[in-house]
């Protein structure tokens, strides 16, 4: 069964930088495209960044883009966001899963990120 973990979330301050990593097993990770996605109080799920499954191929929701970056290491079977340049409209559970996300994966359990201004 394919599993996905997000950490690295927390508290941060307006501006402030914060790395997250996905540890993902159950599947052959170096074959997936990926992706990070986000999900605010009272907001649907959004799509964040992704990535294709060799890392060379990225791309990035308009208000992420220049602020965020995804990247992969496929040896370690992970995930990662660099997130700089945070705003208090960051403030979201995030998570990764495949992209597109298949029905059959279930969701992690996602890292707090939250912004303060």
């Known amino acids: 069964q394919v599993q996905l973990v997000e950490s690295g979330g927390g508290l941060v301050q307006a501006g402030g930088s914060l790395r997250l990593s996905c540890a993902v097993s159950?599947?052959?990770?170096?074959?997936?495209?990926m992706g990070w996605f986000r999900q605010a109080p009272g907001k649907k799920r959004e799509i964040v960044a992704t990535?294709?499954?060799?890392?060379?191929?990225?791309d990035y929701a308009n208000s992420m883009k220049g602020r965020f970056t995804i990247s992969r290491d496929n040896a370690k079977n992970s995930l990662y966001l660099q997130m700089n340049s945070l705003k208090p409209e960051d403030t979201a559970v995030y998570y990764c899963?495949?992209?597109?996300?298949?029905?059959?994966?279930?969701w992690g359990q996602g890292t707090q990120v939250t912004v303060s201004s």
């Open positions: 899963n495949l992209n597109p996300p298949p029905a059959s994966v279930p």
């Open positions: 990535i294709n499954w060799s890392g060379t191929t990225t």
């Open positions: 159950g599947l052959t990770f170096g074959t997936n495209a």
